[in-house]
């Protein structure tokens, strides 16, 4: 059983910083892209970041450029989302995903996790 756990959220006072994790498990991921998506209340969920299965090929939303960083683990079944600069803003439910290339940046990875709730308090 595929499974995509995630940690690391919780609340932060704007300027702050947290870290998420994502283990996967249940198959190999080696050869998938992974990534994190948000949604915050009352929105649609949207793309955060991704990378590519050799841990190069980043995408980053434009809306957190420069403030997130996107990486993967050695064993390439984890990805970690440093997040610094913290606004308000980034108040969400981040969820972590994985897909075969292309489907994590159109939005349709074949496995998401249950989501960690991210609050920044201005």
């Known amino acids: ?62 809306s957190v450029k420069g403030r997130f960083t996107i990486s993967r683990g050695n064993a390439k079944n984890t990805v970690y989302l440093q997040m610094d600069s913290l606004k308000p803003e980034d108040t969400a439910v981040y969820y972590c995903a994985a897909g075969r290339f292309g489907t994590v940046l159109a939005g349709t990875p074949e496995y998401w996790g249950q989501g960690t709730q991210v609050t920044v308090s201005s």
Request: aromatic content about 10%.
């Open 1 to 62: 059983q595929v499974q995509l756990v995630e940690s690391g959220g919780g609340l932060v006072q704007a300027g702050g910083s947290l870290r998420l994790s994502c283990a996967a498990s249940g198959r190999t991921f080696s050869s998938y892209v992974l990534g994190w998506f948000r949604q915050a209340p009352g929105k649609e969920r949207e793309f955060v970041a991704a990378i590519r299965e050799s841990g190069g090929g980043i995408s980053y939303a434009d």
